[in-house]
Each structure stands twice: as C-alpha cells, then as structure tokens.
C-alpha cells in the first residue's frame, strides 16, 4: 500500500512531461481559498527524481493551489514509476477530467498516438468515437496565433476543427482577416454559423474534375477530401490545398507550351503570367499578345499548317484562362516577313524588361540594406559622426521640408543626392533644419505629444520671446476665468 508524506513544496517540482498547460486562475483560487480553510484533502502523486526532488505524476492543478494557498508542504503518495508509466498516469488523469481543455487533450492524444497508440485503440480506451480522436488530435495542426485564441475563449472549438484541417497559409491569411478583428466587424467570422464556414471554405477548394496535369498522386494525397477521413463533409474530389493545386497547374502548361514551342508555335502571353515568366527565365521567347492583330480562336485540328498572307501559329498562354491555338497577324499585313516584325518588336518588349530588371535590383538592394540598418546597433555606434551621416540627416530632413524643391533646383546635376547635400554650405543647413523645426510644429501630432510641445514652445520662446509670451498669457487668463467657475462648483457641492 502506498504511503502518504507530507513533503516539502520547495522538494516538489511540476513535469515536462505534463501535457496539461492551461489552469484556470480564477479557479485555482477558489481552490486555494478551500485549501487556507480545509487543507488539502486529496494527495498529490510523485514520483522520486533525485534524493531531495520529487516529480508531480497527478495533481498539478492541486499543487498550484496550494502554492497559491501558502502551504509549506502538501501530502503526497510517492510512488516508483519509468518516464513511460508516469506520462502514461498524466495522460489518463488528465483526460478523465470533465473541464478538460480542447488543446490539452490534443497534446494528450497526439502524444499517446506518437507511441504507437492507434486512433481505435484511443477511441476505446476513453469512449470517444474514431472521429473524434482524429480531430483532437488534428488540433495540434492550427497554426500558434489560433491556439492563442482558442485558450482565450475567443474562438469557437467548433471552428478551431475547421480550420485545423487547412495549410499554414490558408490559416495564417484567414487568423489575420477573419479573426484578428472585433467581433461586430462585418468581415468577422468569431460569432459566423458554423455551416457558413464550411461553405465558404470549400468554396475556396479546387476541384480535381477540373485539373489537366496528371492526378494520380492526388489519389493518395492527405489534402484530398476523399482520401482524409476528416473532410468526410466535403465533396471527395476536392482539393483542399489551392497552392499546390496551382503549382502543378502552372508546371503542367509550361511543359505544355514547351512541346508546342518544340512543334513550332510561337509563345504568347495575355498580359504578365507565371507560366510566362517561367518560360522566360528557361530562355524562351514569349511575346506579349497586345503586339497582334487577332483573328478568332479556332481548333486544333483547324490550325493551319504553313504561314500565310502574314499569318504565323501560336500557343497562347493565359488566354480566357485555359492556353489555346490561334492565328495572329502581324500590325503589318502586308509585311511579307511577318517574323522580322515579331522580332522587332520583341526587340523593344526586351529592352523594357532590361530596364525594369535593373530598377528590381535597385529594390532590392534598398530592401536589404533597411533590413540591416533594422536589425543592427547603428545608434549604438559610439563614434563621432562621419561626412556622410551629418549629409544624411540634413538630406532626410530636407525631404521633410517645405523647401525641398527650392534648395533640390539648385542641384547639380551630375552629383548624387547624398554629394549635393555634402556641399551646402551652412545658411542653407540652417534653413533646412528650421523649416524641418516649423513642419513639424504644425503636424498633427503636437497636439497629442508633451515632448514636442516642450520642444515648439522652446524654440518659439527663443525666437519670438515677445509675441509667444502674449499667447501664453491670453490663455493663461483664459484658464484662471475658467479655473475660478469650477472652483466655485466644487465649493458648492461641499
């Protein structure tokens, strides 16, 4: 029979293993308020760790309280147990609670189905249906800002099984627009009916009757509905993952517009594409549709077979969302050479990716750099300030004043912006930083900031003393008259 010691709270510590970690707080000090009065009347379980510490098996909620509740020592039934037999007694003390929160019982269940504990062997275990063991243990799926509300009660248990079911991604989009928001937002879904979610999801699903590429590793996929147990409400043949339904989608008709390339079409695009921009970065020549002249669609078996009177086969891509075979001509009917036509002005289509090219990398380099200058100590550096950083300052401060275009004219030309603000000399300096100083004062935001109202007062005093001492004694007296009504308010009602 196992012996109850009163131990030591400072010798008992709570475990890992504990798959339990949300406590109520009001509760634990209810629980803490019987204990002051009562005691404890129910022993905690441990299991010894060294010869000083012992490992709380069952009753983490009753340790809190009574940490809570001052206790010096607690009761406690010691037993010897493996790392396999405790986890085992946390597991089962822990789902046989009534309050059991949802995540605590997926962390339970999904860490018994990780030691080979299977869904029916669960379900039996805890009278649970199969189902329900498969969605606990799904939970553990929703991505940690859903979790974080699902803790708070801020978000239904009935929708938290919906949108586990979904990719990173699509719970991220939908945490951040749909849930991120008050309640009453028209674009909320926290108070939505259940049956609408599920519609609107699956609205968003693909439909693999649809698809071209090859489906036969769908068949098996887990983001299929028909293959995974959990979207027994949905349509089986549906796609629950959009972006990979795209990725293959677009690698299918880049394959595709390859072999048509290879049978002598010409490559055209419907505006900008992936697929487009795929085929390009391979080093195929795609032209952009707006160049042509176009005649109907027509069918393949109708296309014809040579060039004729200007007009040349293509494989278009994009177009009415599906690629097709079309007849295009040239701007120039007459042209007889309809290929130096579409070369020419593929000439000037390419120059203008070249130039677009080089502004992208521009982008990025800036991208970058204010990524370093973000994650570096560059205020920290303590030494004095070079050339370029007092160049920098008077630079930025410029942009931020009424006089940019006035001191930006005198520029020259041939010199950078960061060198021209170099060279100016210092009653432009001057001029640069008051007017950065009167900008300010007449933002928006002095009304609310004490520290640049400290600052706009100092500088006015300074430079207007007379005129800014006769703004502030008006409406000192303004406020005494206002000041003196109140008092006498206040002195009636005592």
């Known amino acids: 029979m196992n012996q109850i010691e009163n131990i030591r709270i400072a010798n008992i510590k709570e475990s890992p293993l504990n798959p339990r970690k949300s406590f109520d707080e009001s509760s634990l000090k209810e629980l803490a308020e019987s204990i002051i009065k009562q005691g404890l009347l129910q022993p905690i379980t441990v299991r010894k760790v060294n010869k000083l510490m012992n490992e709380i098996v069952c009753g983490a909620r009753r340790y809190k309280a009574s940490v809570l509740a001052g206790l010096e020592t607690i009761p406690c039934i010691v037993r010897e147990m493996t790392d396999e037999e405790a986890f085992d ?10 309050d059991v929160a949802p995540m605590d019982e997926a962390r339970a269940f999904f860490e018994l189905h ?5 869904f029916e062997e669960l379900a039996a275990r805890f009278g649970k249906s199969v189902q329900f063991i498969r969605l606990r243990i799904k939970l553990n799926d929703l991505i940690p800002e859903l979790v974080d509300l699902l803790e708070k009660k801020e978000l239904q248990i009935s929708h938290a099984l919906e949108l586990c079911k ?10 951040k627009d749909r849930y991120n928001c008050d309640g009453d937002n028209y674009y909320s879904w926290k108070f939505k009916p259940l049956s609408q979610i599920i519609q609107t999801l699956s609205s968003n699903f693909k439909d693999l009757e649809d698809a071209k590429f090859d489906k036969i590793d769908c068949e098996t996929c887990a983001f299929r509905c028909g293959f995974n147990a959990l979207f027994s409400e949905y349509n089986e043949n549906k796609c629950i993952k959009p972006e990979c339904f795209e990725d293959k989608t ?10 048509k390339s290879k049978e002598g079409y010409i490559l ?8 487009g921009g795929k085929l390009e970065d391979l080093g195929y020549l795609v032209y952009d549709f707006k160049l042509y002249d176009w005649e109907n669609p027509i069918t393949a078996n109708a296309v014809r077979k040579e060039k004729e009177d200007g007009y040349l086969k293509a494989w278009v891509i994009g177009y009415f969302n599906e690629d097709c075979y079309k007849i295009v001509k040239t701007l120039n009917p007459s042209n007889n050479n309809p290929q130096a036509v579409l070369l020419d002005n593929s000439l000037k289509e390419l120059q203008g990716k070249d130039k ?3 502004e992208i ?3 990025k380099i800036i991208e970058d750099v204010r990524t370093l200058m973000t994650e570096s100590d560059f205020s920290s550096i303590d030494l004095p ?12 401060a410029l942009r931020d004043s009424s006089l940019t275009t006035e001191i930006q004219d005198t520029f020259d030309k041939s010199l950078s912006y960061i060198d021209n603000c170099k060279n100016l000399n210092t009653p432009i300096q001057n001029r640069i930083v008051r007017s950065f100083i009167r900008k300010q004062s007449i933002e928006g935001e002095v009304t609310y900031s004490e520290n640049i109202q400290s600052i706009i007062l100092s500088v006015s005093k300074e430079s207007y003393p007379d005129k800014t001492t006769r703004i502030e004694l008006k409406h000192e007296d303004t406020y005494l008259k206002r000041k003196e009504r109140i008092d006498e308010q206040i002195k009636s009602l005592s």
């Open 89 to 98: 007694a946390m597991i089962t003390e822990n789902l046989q609670r009534k």
């Open 114 to 118: 990780k030691r080979d504990v299977s």
């Open 166 to 175: 979904l990719t990173v991604y699509r719970q991220t989009e939908l945490c």
């Open 250 to 259: 677009v690698n299918f008709r880049v394959s595709q517009a390859i072999e």
């Open 268 to 275: 055209l695009k419907n505006g900008k594409t992936q697929i």
């Open 356 to 358: 677009r090219n080089s």
């Open 361 to 363: 990398k521009k982008e």
């Open 385 to 396: 300030l070079t050339k370029i950083e007092i160049a920098a300052m008077y630079g930025l």
